[in-house]
């Protein structure tokens, strides 16, 4: 397996058979190497440094209903919150004290925040914080949308792909989204000129090698700046109560991958893999991720966004989180450093 990890770090590219039985046929061995070349790569370009990103999770209120998601419409036990431009506001102003110049505004797809509303708070934002990056993570829009936000200010985008295959897609959602509109979403987001994160959940119901052989052949196709990916983890409120966990070993030998594949590519090692193993965020940046994103959110809320369960941080306060982070980092030889942390892919806006 070792020569499929050499010829991947050499021409950054395999094919969909490749992919498959390098993921299929993986061994601790092999995890071994993949994660010495990754951090090479990572060293070349990022060298030791860990971008932040303060994460405002400002609404829970989601019109759609992902089998896997504990914020999904049909949760009636989620205690729903919406946070108001004040509240999102003194995020920011905790946040930037604190050295985040990337703000990312996360939330369900809440119809209650019109493009009006999210423009204003991107154009404030954007005023108030003139070194800052503004990050965007509330789902599948219209290109119109897409685009106003944008021209408010907005730089980036995340949604994840989830999966790329329609047919596994199609398990882990109810019919009326489809795998179709989600990558035409992200294609939208590019054409504007997002810097565009997308990623996929590792472990995901009737997720097979193929399905996550097709995932990173969609990421080579798409070449996005930034690429998100955890583990799944169940919650128990929904239809995937019962369904087996996304594991830490699979989760990280596909951080490896993807950094082969994509070398200058923005990687967060994600509070998921910090849910699943308590070393797990450390293990992600080792494995060759270089973002973290603690969390911002107001303390009283953060229970209450819970995708999955046992997420951890939702009783610390930011300040706490940035500390907490610094201190990690710090103890497998790395620094929080404090940039925008724009991907080297792209040009950026002044
Ligand atoms: N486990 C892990 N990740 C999840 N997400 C949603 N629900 C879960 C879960 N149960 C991920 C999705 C989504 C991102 C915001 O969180 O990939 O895109
Ligand atoms: Fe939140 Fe450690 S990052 S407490």
Redesign the pocket.
Known sequence: MNNLVNKLEQTQFLSKEEWSALIRGRTPGTADYLFERAREVRHRYYQHDVYIRGLIEFTNYCKND?Y???IRRSNRHAHRYRLSKEQILDCCETGYRLGFRTFVL?GGEDGHYTDEMLADIVKTIKSRYTDCAITL?VGERSYESYRLLFEAGADRYLL?H?TYDPQHYSKLHPQELTAAHRQQCLRDLKEIGYQVGT???VGSPWQTPENLADDMLFLKELNPQMV?I??????HD?P?ADQKAGTLELTLFMLGLIRLMLPKVLLPSTT?LGTIAPDGRERGILAGANVVMPNLSPTDVRKDYL??DNKICTGDEAAECRGCMERRMNSIGYNVVVARGDSLNVDTRP
């Open positions: 992902c896997y998601c504990g996360q993570s994840r989830e990623g996929f959940m998100g955890g583990p799944f983890i169940p919650h929904t995937f998921a995708l999955y």
